[in-house]
């Protein structure tokens, strides 16, 4: 697939005078795609009912004349101010009570039905005005930025107790399922149930990680009421734009009704705002971002998408202006991050912003033209991006021979009850794909319901807290090396914890008998290598024991393929795991320098420095922010 | 009086079917206390009035029949969720003015007259049908754990003015005592007073310590009010199992009403949620919990049980669930909390839980049997303890031979006056404790109504803010040697600050003319061993002299047996202090390694490792976590 | 003029028969001035209507019997509890959207017109009765203490659209103003626009922007309509007592209206509480306070007084009782501190407080007497400075040689789009301040809307983001070296950022066309010396170069007198840029040690040892807190 570019437009910003020429440069400078219509709502629907459309099919019609493709996004995620008269309950309400108020965006709660059916309403209308122009449509936009997808507010208080109703058909279930009979929380009715916030102490959390289910299901079922206009009138992909690091709701759920998963990569912005790495790790890669954080992304992306189709809708092009810090990207960053984009398989890598804006929230966010209209560092990037796609083959995908489990109602089961600070999925997650990484491993993020592993040679499942019973079957089936725990499996039935390992898994005998955990100050030396960190398991069972620590607990024990880490491992034992996993498996890897990164694209292999210094690798030297391939 | 030991169960939360088995258990193991009925009052009572005793009584038989003898606990703790129907505002108010809900526990105000009323009901049925069977008895839950002390609910507004007035009986004699000129604070009315929170600058600290007062009055009142209905159907001894560094409310005055006083000990969750220690003694103790925490506690509790009488109601045998971090304990140091229990006098030590629950807020809390009923570790050091007391005789108690008065309200008076960071009563206090346990002695805690001093050698007054009559009268007959202050007897009748110390300690010319508090990097050296810290103040009068600071302040003065100390000491001036005491008064002390602690409890002297490393003391090896008596 | 010392005395805080004394003692001490009256609201009037003037007017009589001037304050910064029942709706309201209750200070709002208009009724009414007596005035206490400018209660947000009504006259014009197309955030109607607060991101900067100017609006009304009232009635110079580093209303604003700017110095709280300062820092200056934070503010209010008269009203004279830690001055400060407040040009210098209060919030403040009525430390050192005021000539003041233009407004823009952590208006201008004074520079503080630059050598402004009309021309006319930046000038026309710089300053033709902020851990080396930290723009422009940083960036650029900083500088770029500033301008420098602060103040030249250790300086030695003048 040939891969192509694209940037985000909002001509209501800009004096309809200039569309034309804007259109012409970008089309000069080679993108095809632009994104328009997003948070338009307040201009196309002045007053309630008075649709003002013209405007946006000129601006449409502007673009096509330059022969760019148009993603149309729905306006939904900034409701205009008149909404709130006809839906003054609307608002979000936050964990202390406080109505989300109108102002800036996302200034809604995806469980209020009325302002459900005008988002469907607004999404209609656009579908019959345009369906036929868009080449694509986004809908809404960035569900869950800035904490939106829990909401306490009536209207999702309602919405919980039918959902619970539905799921658990009574109150002696629920009781049942939650344990309430500890500190007498039994109910009666599920009109009692309130939303697990303000609370005295910590609530249930079974409770908790209802709301947690629920909330991430209204998010699902919002998402596919558009979707559902859309598609009544068009026949052009549908997309949402995610986030980085965004854990409240299921984007594989969300990602089944959509042929097109995108992102929105911001890798200087989330290293400041979205890592717990330490300072000196977020210091040297302050003007490159995290050499892991976006190819993480770009893979579970390629899995949410339908045929592993994904784009990143919105590229960081300079300095942001929402982070702790904002610093410029050294130079060649930006190139960089569009050809990692496309080594792990984006169709289209879009800047966002076109033009930065003299106003606003944005005022001072990067575009890749300045408020001037002149050219900002980031447009001579995506210029070379432009010519150097033109002079190579078609980067191809295939099939990588590691397979990373992820799941979004295993973060929530460690959100609700992560047993100690720091204890997060994500860091679990994350800390397990960059040691991958590191070893010059290509991965596919796979969902928790997977059914097949042919074609992995090794499979990783971290923190995996309930294994579904597919996955279980898969792994039963599985030739590869398959690398479970910490925590997976824990909970067979979201109640038994700390209890059997899944007995499930024919062959692998192991227990886990008692869960401590440590002080990040106090990690568990393990003989031969690394440590166990923050979370700790006793194990027991016949399974072989592959590993011990100095206290003389077990940190990981084998069956055949298959083998269980009852531990958080710290880089220099999963080291020791993988390298192991990798040669039973007979699997190659790679030394890596500390700032070297590579992506095998089918038989394409693309080497990214991530460093700001030049480095030394195969041979040949690859400067800051260096790409190569071949 | 023979030690023993118990468990605390929870019937309702296991098939009836495993209960004969878990009695035969327990009595197996060689305890012989089973606290039951805490919590459980959505199964004691469903629905209204419509009481539902049986299985209750069939699990308390069951327990008897194996020679178990049971504590029932009220459940009022945890009230069901059709109270807030009966009471819709019985709920506590937080600071910021939101009601604190339902779904977890302590969830009501202690101002509430209904929900009193309501506690006092179902207490009363427990007590007429169970008051024959009853061993002991618990009075609610853990007063105070959530931060449930405070709450700004209307019901509490409507008792602090009744408070008021009763305190007061005229706005002008508040106006007067409260110094309400001050910023024309002053009233007309007692229905004017609002609650001390959400003011725009802070309270009026008078106010600030009314308030306090007035809610320890409502904790007393609440308790007196289940306690009266307990004696009327029951002989059986009653007591709460308070928590550790819970400030809140006058535990001697509750504990007035009661035969025992309980606490619930959890060394390491304690460790690294209720302690300032630096990071490097919390991880050094992170299995062990710290060496003087407990003793503390138990010292307390013994002064707060009507004649010494108290109990570790809840003993942590394992991994807790609720702290930062929740490392396993070393192992063996089970065993040592439970010795040093004894060893300080507690009448038994239940351990908390039996079994590991499989669900709930507590479901990743250890218990001595893992959820699977397979024995976790604490299990074998109980046993451990049980064959230890058959083989040993009584442990005795006699007075120790130093006092050191223990006040809630000083606490009170720090907290709303601190006058600067980190100037906390109970860690003054706990300095103290520690400095005077590394030098092996042991102590009795005293309130500060007491009235005699006598079989003292030393009696250490450390920031008791205000020096009740009685207790001046006692210092001055008594032939101890009185270390008195910081701060100590600062507001003779809670206004004058500073001011002149005590005048009515006959012979101790001392003045305090000025308070500074002092960063915590700047230390005021003290000519010959350590330093003032925090806490600072210039001190006049005709005593001698005994130390001064480098800046040529008076830190300690003396006539006689009492000596004014003018600061917070480091421990290398409090060792300075101490030793010269103990050598004034012809007390011996040791010189301890530091992990090792000692309790001389009657004619037995118990030793302590609480380090994770073998140490030598007194020609012997203890290993970690050793205990040696003789 | 000659120099004169106050105090701040509260008669209704003391027994009507020691006034007399106080009074004799107070004039003994050679003091001239005392202020009474201010939060003595409650007592002038216990009941509505019910005024009880009579004992002030004893109080006055008593004290203007010895020969002391009285500064009567308005007591309207505390309004009794009454005054709720009248105006239930007068209090501001926290960003949470809490009232600010009763019971400390300051609880009301400053939008709320009938809280205003019984404000204007007490201050005309205390005119009327005490305006033939009353020497000098003081309104109000302390605006903005307490975070007290932002309310966001009902009056607010009606005074607010009607602000906005008044500003911009149609909804359009706001909307085009506020770039409200952005995120659909644009109103029908002025009734639809909330208060900044509870937005669900981040508000519209200009939105923010607005309601600050608004805010600082409302402080200017509520303080002229009180002016106003004394002004019929009084021709006695009227005065405010404004804070250290309090932003949040234009000071020149109200002090337009005003004759007398006072300010209430704090040094040891003021660095505890109000410093971004390192803790080595803070340690250092523990006992003696910044070495410029003071004079700093002197300068300022010397700026913002009429005619450049100013006093301190209040001035810390021993230990206070609200910083975070709260030690007592090192000796000599006191003294220390008056003479440099004299050395900037104060009128007066008043001890807050005469004698240390017995209970209330300022219990543990110091006063000059203790609350047994001896004198405290501070005492003393007054007692010297008035022995050296009669022995030396008046003090004189003339035009420094730099001016340094410092602006509310550009600290509200800084505050609404800080672009990055730590980038703070105050804390720019006071590291150029500090520069300044460490090369022994004497400062006159400039409004940004000066209209004459004439006398000045060296013109220093920085962070000024928008440079009006008037300070371009002075700017244009002046013969003094200008250092202007970084980001002054950024928004000509509060809209277009980051944009050209401004094309208004002929002969200066430097662009900014990429702003970035950079982590703490990150700065960039200049070379030559020292380095851009936090803030860095990237400059083009045909001016010269001066200098540029390690990565090639431009630096500094200018054209003749002109020179445009691009960044924060670290104190070794700024000594560099200031070294040549001197140099250009034919300013001699100073090179003092790091304790030394000097004050040329006419032909006089004041020394200031601000360390703990004795200075050599100039071929004499100046002990810790010493001050020599010559």
């Not at 130079?331 to 606003?360: D, K, N």
């Amino acid at each position: 697939m040939k891969r192509t570019l694209g940037t985000c437009y909002y001509p209501e910003h800009w004096p309809e005078d200039i569309w034309a020429e804007d259109a012409v440069r970008m089309a000069d400078l080679g993108l095809t795609w632009v994104r328009v219509g997003e948070f338009a709502w307040s201009r196309l629907e002045p007053a309630p009912g008075q649709l003002q459309l013209d405007w946006l099919e000129r601006a449409i019609d502007t673009l096509m004349a330059k022969g760019l493709n148009v993603v149309l996004g729905t306006p939904t995620a900034a409701p205009p101010r008149w909404m709130l008269d006809r839906h003054p309950d609307m608002l979000a309400v936050d964990d202390g009570g406080h109505p989300r108020g109108f102002g800036s965006r996302r200034h809604y709660c995806f469980s209020h039905d009325g302002y459900r059916a005008e988002a469907v309403r607004i999404t209609r209308i656009l579908a019959r005005r345009f369906g036929a122009r868009a080449a694509a449509w986004q809908v809404d936009n960035e569900y869950g930025c800035h904490d939106t997808v829990y909401s306490y507010s009536d209207a999702a208080r309602r919405a919980f107790r039918d959902w619970l109703c539905q799921r658990y058909q009574s109150p002696d279930a629920l009781n049942q399922a939650w344990g309430n009979v500890f500190w007498s929380m039994e109910y009666d009715s599920f009109d009692q149930i309130d939303l697990p916030n303000l609370t005295v102490a910590q609530a249930n959390p079974a409770h908790a990680l209802d709301f947690r289910r629920f909330s991430s299901d209204q998010v699902v079922r919002f998402n596919a009421a558009q979707v559902a206009a859309i598609r009544a009138h068009s026949n052009a992909p549908v997309s949402h734009n995610y986030m980085g690091r965004t854990l409240e709701f299921d984007h594989f759920a969300t990602g089944e009704r959509m042929e097109i998963a995108a992102w929105d990569s911001y890798p200087l912005g989330f290293l400041e705002d979205r890592s717990e790495a330490p300072a000196r790790h977020k210091r040297r890669y302050a003007r490159q971002g995290d050499p892991d954080f976006q190819a993480f992304h770009h893979d579970l992306y390629r899995a949410v998408g339908r045929d592993g189709r994904w784009w990143v809708m919105e590229q960081q092009p300079g300095p942001v202006n929402w982070a702790p810090h904002n610093p410029a990207p050294l130079a060649g960053m930006v190139r960089l991050w569009t050809w990692e984009a496309f080594a792990h398989g984006a169709e289209c890598v879009s800047y966002f912003r076109w033009r930065q804006i003299p106003f606003s929230q944005e005022h001072y966010h990067a575009g890749l033209l300045r408020p001037d209209s002149a050219a900002a560092p980031g447009f001579a990037e995506a210029a070379q991006v432009v010519r150097e796609l033109v002079a190579m083959p078609d980067v191809e995908q295939a099939q990588a021979p590691v397979g990373l489990v992820f799941d979004y109602a295993a973060a929530w089961a460690w959100a609700v009850q992560p047993q100690g600070q720091g204890c997060d999925y994500f860091r679990l997650i994350f800390d397990i794909y960059r040691g991958l990484r590191k070893l010059g491993l290509s991965i596919d993020i796979l969902p928790a319901d997977t059914r097949d592993l042919a074609g992995y040679s090794l499979v990783v499942i971290p923190g995996l807290v309930t294994i579904p019973e597919r996955l279980m079957t898969a792994i039963a089936k599985a030739r590869a090396q398959v690398l479970i725990g910490p925590r997976s499996g824990a909970t067979p039935r979201n109640r038994t914890l700390p209890g059997p390992l899944p007995p499930a898994i024919p062959g692998l005998d192991v227990t886990v008998t008692r869960v401590e955990t440590l002080r990040p100050d106090m990690p568990v030396p393990v003989d031969g290598a690394g440590a166990v960190i923050l979370w700790r398991e006793a194990l027991e069972g016949t399974a072989d024991v592959l590993d011990t620590d100095v206290a003389g607990g077990r940190v990981a024990m084998r069956s055949g393929r298959l083998t269980y880490l009852g531990g958080w491992p710290d880089p220099g034992l999963l080291r020791r795991l993988l390298l192991r996993a990798c040669r039973d498996a007979g699997l190659p890897h790679l030394d890596l320098p500390p700032d070297i990164r590579v992506r095998q694209s089918g038989p394409t292999r693309f080497v990214f420095n991530h460093g700001p210094d030049p480095v030394a690798f195969e041979g040949r030297t690859l400067p800051p922010a260096g790409v190569a391939w071949g």
